[in-house]
Structures are given as C-alpha cells and as structure tokens.
C-alpha cells in the first residue's frame, strides 16, 4: 500500500468522524466505547506480537526494517507501542523561532533560520529587523535567549546577511527591549502606605516596605476594580469593593491565593521611580 493511500483513509476516518459530531451525545458516546474496546484489542494483539517478534532470531533486525514502512510507524505510534522520532536539531531551532515570531511581527520584522551547526545557530533578519541599528538587542534579548532556552548545544546565534541592507524604515526600539518609565519621586510613596502614579500603559499602585519599593497593577485580580479606593491596615490592602485583600510586600492574595497580584520591577535613579511596564 502506497503512503498516499494511508493519508487517504486518514482523511476517510476524519470525514466520518465530523459526521458523528452532530449525532446526540448517547449515539457519540455508544461509538466511542466501540472504538476505545476495538483500539485495546488491537494494542494487545500489537503487544504480543512484538513480544513474539523479539524473542526470534533476527527478530529486532525485522522489526527495525518494518517500521521505516509509514504504515507500520503510525499505527504503532498511535497506540504508544513506538516513540515518535525525536524532533533534529533544525526542527527545535524553528519551533524556538517561532515563539518570538509574534513580537518580532509587530514591529514589522521577521528571522530566517540559515543554519544549525552545534554550538552555532546562523540567522537571518528580515523587515525592519534587518540593518536596524536595535538588531543586535533584538538578537540578544529575544532571538538568542529563545534558542538557547530550547537547545542545549547553542552557545552562539550569528546574524549573517546576503546583499545589501533593506530600505526599510527601523523601529524605535527592540520588540523585547523593557519599557521603563519614571512614574514618581521616591519621596510621594508612603511607608507600608499606598500612592498611585498614571502612564500611558497602565495605573500603577505603589508602597513602600521595609525600605523597598513595591509596584502592582492598580487593578484588583478579582474583577478588575482600582485598589486605591481600598483600606491599607497592617501591611494588609482590602480592595473596597468585594473586600479582596494583598499582602503590599508581595501582592499575594489572601482571600484567593491562586491570583495574586503581579509586580512590576522597579529601580530608583536620581530620587525617581522607575517602573518597567509591558506592552
């Protein structure tokens, strides 16, 4: 059997299965019992077989040559008999590309991979990425970072580059560069009390604890209400609104700990605050 027949009765069984998807849920239920019983049968059959197979002389030789046929592969796959071959080192390279895609895209800008040969990964930029003057923070922060995070190997992502550079207008900034933003004086912030500060991106609760600044949303985790209206006793921020209380030194929820509040990162400069917001 060809492999173009075996994708067909994939696309067949696919087909029928998006019939059975309008049938009501007692007739769907009936099918999938059919079908669970029908796929144990075959996996143990799969199993002994295997077993049988291995202990004959030759046996594991056979086996290795049967399961270069499509076929073969598959259906031992989809019954976990067989391990689906590892991903190569080109495939993980893409798919950590792929993740910094999305920001890369919205500023214009794309990468190639050129090639992968441990401990060198070989790209290239494209858009307004290429010749852009913050390429090199772009490689640093996202690109690079990405990669190495998925592929051990890598030590090194070279930016190569075949022609001269795009006319293309170059972005003010690197997608991940991290936007800070002097939001207030050190002195407006109040110890373990509450000040708010306005910026384009977002309102910003700030407090100050035991001598270190602290920055949140200023939006309770709960439905979204400003937490400035709210009561500060003990250390302790009660949202005004459903009575949702913080931890100011930070941000764990006390009444659902499972969505406390995030924290911005903070740094004073020349008596300012500084306060690094995401897009």
């Known amino acids: 059997m060809s492999d173009t027949n075996f994708e067909q009765l994939v696309g067949e ?17 009936t ?3 059919i079908r669970t019983t029908i796929e144990q049968i075959q996996a143990g059959a799969f199993r002994h077989l295997l077993r049988i ?17 499509p076929w073969v592969a598959n259906v031992l796959m989809y019954h976990e008999l067989l391990r689906p071959p590892a991903p190569s080192l080109h495939e993980r390279v893409e798919v950590a590309l792929e993740t910094v895609r999305p920001q890369l895209a919205s500023h214009n800008g794309d990468v190639e991979l050129v090639s992968v040969e441990p401990p060198e990964v ?16 772009t490689v640093k922060l996202g690109i690079e970072k990405a990669i190495k995070e998925a592929v051990e190997s890598i030590e090194v992502v070279t930016i190569v580059k075949e022609g001269p550079a795009r006319a293309t207008s170059s972005p003010d900034k690197s997608p991940f560069e991290q936007h800070w933003e002097a939001l207030c004086d050190v002195s407006e912030i109040p110890e373990e009390g509450i000040h708010v500060a306005e910026s384009e991106k ?3 609760l700030l407090t100050l604890v035991k001598g270190e600044i602290k920055a949140y949303p200023n939006a309770c985790t709960h439905l979204g209400m400003p937490l ?14 459903h009575g949702f209380q913080y931890l100011l030194s930070s941000g764990e929820c006390l ?4 969505i406390q509040l ?6 004073i400069e020349e008596g300012k605050v500084w306060v690094q917001l995401t897009d």
């Open 53 to 69: 197979v291995k202990e004959q002389p030759g046996g594991l030789d056979a086996l290795s040559e049967a399961i270069q046929e």
């Open 122 to 137: 070989k790209i290239r930029l494209l858009g307004t990425c290429d010749g852009c003057a913050l390429s090199t923070l």
């Open 228 to 241: 400035d209206t709210g009561s500060v006793k003990n250390g302790i921020l009660t949202c005004a609104y």
């Open 255 to 258: 009444t659902a700990p499972e």
């Open 31 to 33: 099918l999938q019992a």
């Open 202 to 204: 977002a309102s910003v």
């Open 262 to 267: 995030p924290r911005y990162p903070t740094k």
């Open 13 to 29: 069984l696919e087909r029928l299965e998006s019939i059975t998807a309008s049938w009501p849920a007692s007739q769907q239920q």
